[in-house]
């Protein structure tokens, strides 16, 4: 008698779950799944799944992961995030929300629209990640997640609008990177985001601090990091030094020599050689085309 009831709640499972399948072709025909109409919200979904919420969101994933292949199939394009830019997937954001309400830890919902969201609707894959992190806060990976998207969305960005996105990227991988397991280059990216950003005051605070860390994988990406800032405030007073030289002669030099002087007077590592050292101890060179300050090829200093 133990056995039967088990056996008869999961047969009931199983029939709920096909007269919901059912009533999901039925209201949503392959012809009818259209750009303008969500069938059910998430909540009522839930209402009447009876319980059966978990059961409820596998029929929701598949149905999506159908609706996309289903759009790219259509399209004739690869299956990928570049692929799939200019393909018009408007129930895409709905149709997740809808099985992260039935379940709230689906994964695989979540890290799909990270990937797919973005590039369509960027405010539903930042509202999508936030919930994830609000139902899951020690899942490292949502905020990882979230922090790219901000970090992708600055790309195609300039000036204050970048240094935005930059700022929030820099958060969400700083709390990512507290949260018990995170991988530890998480707090990494957290300062490249602070530089990236334009803001070198805060990064050097952080990587200056990260030198404590008990570990030493950040200790190590902190030492290089700084060594970073540190090339790039002594670019910008070659680059400085240059715009003067080219106003006085009309011409950008071949190398630094001519700059040297005024290099030592503030305060950078010229060698006897004349040539400004940056802090691998590598020549900085000069990229006649731009007259800007370049690092040598031979240098393990991280380029923007």
Known sequence: MKKTIPITILLSGFCLLYLLQGWIDRTSPRASIGEDTLYLSGSAVKKMSLGLEGLAADVYWIRTVQYFGRKLIDSGQPISAAASRNIRMDLLAPLLNVIVTLDPHHMPAYR?????????DLAAAVALLER??????????????????????????????????????AEWYQKGSEVPGAIWWLRDLAGYM????????????????????????????????????????????????LVQYRKAT???????????????????????DRLPLDPDGFNYDVDIDTCKAILQGGSTIPRM
């Open 250 to 272: 009309g011409i950008c030099p071949t190398d630094l020599r001519p700059l040297a002087s005024m290099l030592r007077a503030k305060k950078l590592n010229v060698n006897d």
């Open 132 to 169: 994830g992190i609000r139902e899951n806060p020690n899942e490292w990976r949502m905020y990882q997640d979230l922090a790219y998207i901000y970090w992708q969305a600055g790309n195609g960005k300039t000036g204050e609008e970048q240094a935005g996105y930059y700022a929030k990227a």
């Open 194 to 241: 602070k530089i990236a950003g334009g803001s070198r005051e805060i990064a050097y605070a952080i990587y200056t601090n990260y030198l404590n860390s008990e570990d030493e994988n950040v200790r190590n990406q902190a030492i290089i990091r700084l060594k970073q800032l540190r090339s790039l405030d002594d670019m910008d007073i070659i680059n400085e030094a």
């Open 112 to 120: 799909f629209g990270a990937i797919f969201l973005p590039e369509r």
